[in-house]
Structures are given as structure tokens and as C-alpha cells.
């Protein structure tokens, strides 16, 4: 109808049409309106007339669409971007004017190709909706110290509000003791204590919590009825407040569709973190390099729905924080990063890329070097229901630099076509794997495909070490994938959890034994793997009731039998 209306006015106002068979011809204003609405209606100019007094009073008081301005920290804003002027003042006049412009529409701030010298950390930019752009050869280079190059967003959260009963696992609703004061489409972050870390008195341990922080996920409020909250996602915890302290805070001030693409960030070796993505929701990261930063080089906090594509980090990562690290998500995707030319020391930290309290996320081609570093390449905290494609992680070289390290309840995690190689010293005992569950209650994880070589202690380890012995990372499983071993003295693979699967696989040595199932290792399942002679044994089974069958040579000391 809009479409007939605009043409009817293009024809009116006409002197002459030119369509159809009467190309070339002039006819009154009444006969085109005719033959442009069809022989069979006849429309008298006076209704046509009214008609188009209606339109033009409807297009005169229609708000006018919102506009999408560019920001050009150059053209703009008199940025030189030479990497010899301090190009600071330019940059966060630009960002102001972006945070005061009203308008919802997508606005740009935009790096022409140059090399911007700033001397200190630049305004976070808090409004939505925005693109910032460095045009595939802009690179932002800070040589401030102690602070951060780029911030995306705030940290702001409402106070605590305990939850009025358990929520278990997979629910999709919660309820809370008082009113938490949200609405559809707010987010709210749920959280909780360590069940192991409840009476514990270590000095130096956060109160309630795990070693590694507390567990918890983002989650984005679809209803809420009284004091009882339903999400658009399963929750991925069973949330308990009489043992754990489960609490919920609703997120004050998130930034939806946030855009920050083909940049590069250099942080000189001195500022502690280059780009922080902060309380950021159906927001992207897409082409971004950062490097040369003491500690974290791409940090995210709060965020859901948060992608992170074809990122590159360099020179970065220390004991107070991992190269990339990613906190507190819900939904979060990463697809394509490269970590590498880690800082070396002088202490052990998580160097590589780590996840925590984050769920239901989806992680793709990811590979972390961390030759020369010291600290583990690959780690997830609290990381629960994701899925991992072709992860990498090699050359850690710190004695308990595991490659793979699922820490502290990290649950029915999928790891598919994983690869550790050469992490962890030479020898044994160290207590280093190249994949390795650890902390505590890291449960129905499995493990498709992967492959683990050359790591210096033990290539695959169900860990029964946490803080107080709890030994509970339970009903993991091993689907296929290669083994090979690196010394004589320790087995390929060393179970201390309960209720592993371990399917299809291959060992190869050295080692003295494929499978080693510690006295812990009570019900496993061990069926049709291969065992290759360069090995001292095949299977070597010390706890209760552990079967197997359809291994290849034999199935050791397993008590044969079918698997439930």
C-alpha cells in the first residue's frame, strides 16, 4: 500500500508518465492515477486529493529516524595518529561526544590506518549500540603504565538478594527472599560459594569460595512473577543458599550491541590490561589484536552473549591474571584466537586463556603457546555445559604447567579434537598432565578425540587432589583420541575419581601402564581400547568393581564384564 501511495504521488505531480504502453506520452493526472491502480478502480480526484492530504500530515508529524554518526578521532576530533603526538585529548573528545549523543542508532568511533600515542588510560565508552573501528591497520598505543588501554562498559551491580530455596541444575526459574527489583530483558548475575571451601580455614583462601573465586553465570531475565524470576537459559549450578550462600544481583548498567573490530592494542609493556569488555550483552569482538600488556590482554566481565572472533594476543599474561580471561559469562562464543610469546615470570600464573564462572558458552580453534612462560596455557574455573572445538595447548614448561586444566567445578563441559603437547618439565611426580581435572567436583566432562604427547609427567589425570581430599571429579569420560606416554615411570593415563568411561582410545608408550585406576577409581568402565606393545602393561585396575571388555591386547586386571 506504501508502495502504491509513493507512486501515486510520483504520478500526480508528473507533467508526464512514462510507463508501460504509454511510454512517451502525455495524459491528464487523472488517467495515470487510473492506469497505475488498474482499469477496474476509478478514483475521483477529490478522494485522491484528501488521500494525499492525509499522507503529508502523517509524514509531517512522524518522528524523524534515528541517525548513525561517525566519529572520526582524526577528521573529528584532530587526532594525528603519527605514533609521536599524543594523540589522548583527541580520542576521549570523541568518546565524549559519543556517550552524550542521544540518538539510538549504531554510531562510529573510527581509527583511520595510523599508530595513536596516548599517555594515559582513555573515557570508558558507555554508551550502546556503538562501533569502534580501527579500519584493519589502526593500532592504539598506550605508553601509560598501571592502567587499562580501551574499557568497553561499567562494572555496576544492585546489592545482593539471598535466594529463598535451592535451584537445581537445568531449572529455568529461581526465586529469591526478597524483591531483586528486575524486569524483562534485565540481566542478573546468580553466584555462589565452594561446597569444599565451606569450613575452610587455609590463610590466604577466599572466604566462601573456591580457591580459584566463586562459581556463578550471567542470565537474562524472560518473566518475573512476584519474587520468582524465570531466565531465558537454564541455569547451569544447583544454587543452594543454606550451604553455599546463593545470592542474585541484577546488572545496573549492561551495553547491548557493542561492536569492536580490526584494531590492534599495544599496551608498551606497561598497562596491566588492553581491552575490558564490561557488563557487555549481544556484543562482538571481531579481529582484535592485543599485545605487550603486563597482564590481561582481552578481559571480559558480566557479559552475555559476548563473541569473540579471530582474536590475537601477544606478549602478555603474568600471576595476576591469564593473557585472556573471561569472567562471569553466560553464553559466550569464541571463534578463533591465538595466544602466544607469553610473559615469562618471574611466578606461576594462569598465562593462557581462562574461563570463569561462565556457562553455556561455545569455544572454537583456540590455541595457546606458552614456550618460555611459566603458568598453565589452558584453564576453566566454574566452567559449566560448554563446548570446546579444537583446542590447543602446548609448551607449558613450569613443573605443574598442566596444558588442559579443568579446575573447580567445571561440569558437563564437551571437549572435542583436543590437543596438549610438551607442557610440563620432564620426569615424574611433578604433578603436572597434559589434560588434567583438578580442585574439586569437575564431573561429566568428556573428552572426544583428543590427543596428548610429550607432556612431561602423565598425559591424562582424573585428579583426586583438592584442598581437603575430597577427591570428587566423578562420571568423566575419555571417547577415542591417542595417548602417548613420555617416561617409564608413570602411566599414560591415571584415574582417581570415580565413574570414568574410557572408550576407544590409544596408548602408546612409554609408560608402565595405559590405564592406571587408583584405588579411588571405583566403578570405571573401560572398554575397547588399544594398547600398544612399547607399553609395560595394558590396564592396571585397584579400585571396586572397575570392568572392562574388548580390549586390545587384554584387559589387564579389570574384572571383565558389561558396563551399565
Known amino acids: 500500500m ?14 508526464t508518465l512514462r510507463l508501460g504502453p504509454y511510454r512517451g506520452k502525455e495524459h491528464s493526472r487523472e488517467k495515470r492515477v487510473q492506469h497505475l491502480v488498474g482499469t477496474s478502480l476509478r478514483l475521483n480526484l477529490a478522494r485522491v486529493a484528501g488521500l494525499f492530504a492525509c499522507l503529508a500530515l502523517s509524514l509531517l508529524f512522524m518522528p524523524a529516524p534515528a541517525s548513525a554518526t561517525t566519529y572520526n578521532v582524526v577528521q573529528n576530533c584532530g587526532a594525528v595518529g603519527d605514533g609521536v603526538h599524543d594523540d589522548t585529548t583527541a580520542i576521549n573528545t570523541c568518546i565524549g561526544q559519543l556517550n552524550s549523543d542521544g540518538t539510538s542508532g549504531s554510531d562510529t568511533l573510527l581509527f583511520p590506518c595510523g599508530t595513536y600515542l596516548t599517555t594515559s588510560q582513555l573515557s570508558p565508552i558507555t554508551r550502546a549500540n556503538v562501533i569502534i573501528d580501527g579500519s584493519s591497520c589502526a593500532t592504539v598505543h598506550s605508553i601509560a603504565s598501571g592502567g587499562n588501554i580501551l574499557v568497553i562498559g561499567s562494572s555496576s551491580t544492585g546489592p545482593t538478594v539471598a535466594l529463598s530455596t535451592i535451584v537445581y541444575e537445568l531449572s529455568k526459574s529461581f526465586t529469591t527472599a526478597s524483591p531483586l527489583g528486575v524486569n524483562l530483558g534485565d540481566y542478573v548475575w546468580i553466584h555462589q560459594g565452594g561446597l569444599d571451601y565451606s569450613t575452610d580455614t587455609l590463610p590466604g583462601h577466599p572466604t566462601n569460595c573456591d580457591v580459584s573465586g566463586c562459581r556463578g553465570e550471567m542470565l537474562k531475565v524472560a518473566s518475573v512473577n512476584g519474587n520468582t524470576v524465570t531466565v531465558t537459559t537454564a541455569l547451569h549450578d544447583t544454587y543452594d543458599p543454606t550451604v553455599n550462600g546463593a545470592v542474585v544481583q541484577k546488572i545496573s548498567s549492561p551495553l547491548a550491541g557493542m561492536t569492536v573490530q580490526n584494531i590492534t592494542l599495544n599496551g608498551s609493556g606497561t598497562e596491566n590490561d588492553g581491552l575490558q569488555m564490561l557488563e557487555a550483552v549481544d556484543s562482538t569482538v571481531t579481529g582484535v589484536t592485543a599485545e605487550n600488556i603486563l597482564s590481561t590482554a582481552l578481559y571480559g566481565a558480566g557479559d552475555f552473549n559476548l563473541a569473540w572472533n579471530n582474536v590475537t594476543v601477544s606478549g602478555s599474561g603474568n600471576g595476576n591474571g591469564a593473557a585472556m580471561a573471561l569472567y562471569v559469562q553466560g553464553n559466550p562464543s569464541v571463534n578463533g584466537a591465538s595466544i ?28 595457546v603457546d606458552s614456550t618460555g612462560a611459566y603458568g598453565r596455557p589452558f584453564k576453566t574455573t566454574a566452567a559449566r555445559w560448554n563446548t570446546f572445538n579444537s583446542v590447543t595447548a602446548k609448551n607449558g614448561s613450569l613443573n605443574d604447567d598442566n596444558g588442559i586444566s579443568i579446575q573447580y567445578y567445571s561440569s558437563h563441559n564437551t571437549f572435542n579434537s583436543c590437543v596438549a603437547t610438551n607442557n610440563g618439565t620432564s620426569g615424574t611426580g611433578t604433578g603436572n598432565a597434559g ?17 596428548a604427547s610429550g607432556n612431561g609427567n602423565i598425559q591424562f589425570y582424573i585428579s583426586g587432589f583438592d584442598a581437603l581430599r575430597l577427591a570428587q ?34 596408548f602408546d608408550g612409554p609408560g608402565t601402564y595405559g590405564i592406571q585406576l587408583d584405588p579411588q577409581a571405583n566403578y570405571a568402565c573401560v572398554n575397547n581400547n588399544t594398547f600398544n606393545p612399547d607399553l609395560g602393561g595394558t590396564i592396571n585396575a585397584t579400585a571396586y568393581h572397575d570392568l572392562g571388555s574388548g580390549n586390545n591386547p587384554n584387559n589387564g586386571n579389570l574384572t571383565p564384564g558389561t558396563c551399565p
Do not use: K, W
Request: negative net charge; hydrophobic residues 35%; aromatic residues 10%.
Open 473 to 506: 571429579d566423578s562420571g568423566n569420560t575419555v571417547n577415542g583420541g591417542t595417548f602417548t606416554g613420555s617416561n617409564s615411570q608413570e602411566s599414560v593415563m591415571l584415574i582417581e575419581g570415580a565413574n570414568t568411561y574410557i572408550h576407544n582410545a590409544t
Open 2 to 15: 506504501i508502495d502504491l501511495v509513493q507512486s501515486l504521488v510520483r504520478s500526480f505531480h508528473s507533467p
Open 435 to 451: 589434560i588434567i581435572t583438578f580442585g574439586n567436583f569437575n564431573q561429566y566432562n568428556i573428552f572426544n578425540n583428543c590427543t
Open 340 to 367: 602466544s610469546n607469553l610473559n615469562p615470570g618471574p611466578v606461576a600464573g594462569a598465562f593462557g586463556f581462562q574461563i570463569s564462572a561462565t556457562a553455556g558458552g561455545t569455544f572454537a580453534n583456540i590455541t
